[in-house]
């Protein structure tokens, strides 16, 4: 039972190019989160899906996009990223009732856009 | 405007002493407010979760405490011990919607 998984764990991009996170879980939860988080600014919320093929924006979701691939795999990509994206990357995933629920988190995935 | 304050200073206690964090919000009306741990280099994890009608929950050598009038919340570590230390985020659900806020969080260092 591996939990939460994040690839990769470090990524440099020079400003314009594009990537995606990657992340699945193994605890059969319906709801996933990818957040960021900066130096004093504590986690932030950038997209949320409740479940498989649905997504919602969060607190930034501006220069992401996300994909539910199914019930297991949640990920981010940046289009064109920018040094203003230079973070560290965290998913994260809950049982049935979202937000009220315990959230589980990965790794995180350290970027850095130049 | 909302905000969820944590102290931004460290908080540096003897082994042994017992620490309390605070949480403090605005302009929200949280239906549960959750308490996680991170150590450096890693993704939270999830330490207690209270509700508004709950005024106190333990855990082991863990308390918290969740005073919707004055809006804070207060994390207490008892007996601490250096492996308690950490970064401590606390975390509200407001109860209008059901998005989760983060605050800052509280880098705790316990002294041997």
């Known amino acids: 039972n591996a939990g939460v998984t994040q690839t990769p764990k470090f990524q440099v991009l020079k400003t314009g190019q594009s990537m995606t996170l990657q992340c699945a879980q193994d605890m059969n939860h319906n709801s996933m989160y990818w957040y960021r988080q900066d130096p004093g600014m504590g986690l932030r919320l950038i997209y949320y899906s409740a479940s498989e093929g649905t997504t919602d924006k969060g607190e930034v979701p501006n220069g992401y996009n996300v994909s539910r691939l199914n019930k297991r795999e949640f990920s981010l990509r940046l289009e064109s990223a920018a040094p203003s994206q230079t973070s560290v990357y965290f998913c994260a995933s809950s049982g049935d009732r979202g937000y009220q629920e315990t959230q589980y988190f990965g790794p995180g995935t350290r970027l850095l856009v130049l | 405007s909302q905000k969820i304050e944590q102290n931004s200073e460290a908080l540096n206690i003897q082994e042994g002493k017992t620490a309390t964090l605070t949480c403090n919000y605005t302009n929200y009306s949280p239906a549960y407010l959750q308490w996680y741990r991170q150590d450096p280099g890693r993704g939270p994890v999830f330490l207690l979760l209270i509700r508004e009608n709950e005024k106190e929950k333990r855990k082991e050598r863990l308390k918290v405490t969740f005073d919707t009038t004055l809006k804070q919340s207060l994390f207490h570590i008892t007996a601490s011990q250096p492996a308690d230390s950490a970064t401590y985020l606390c975390?509200?659900?407001?109860?209008?919607?059901?998005?989760?806020?983060f605050g800052s969080g509280t880098r705790l260092l316990v002294r041997p």
């Open positions: 975390a509200l659900v407001p109860g209008s919607s059901y998005k989760l806020i």
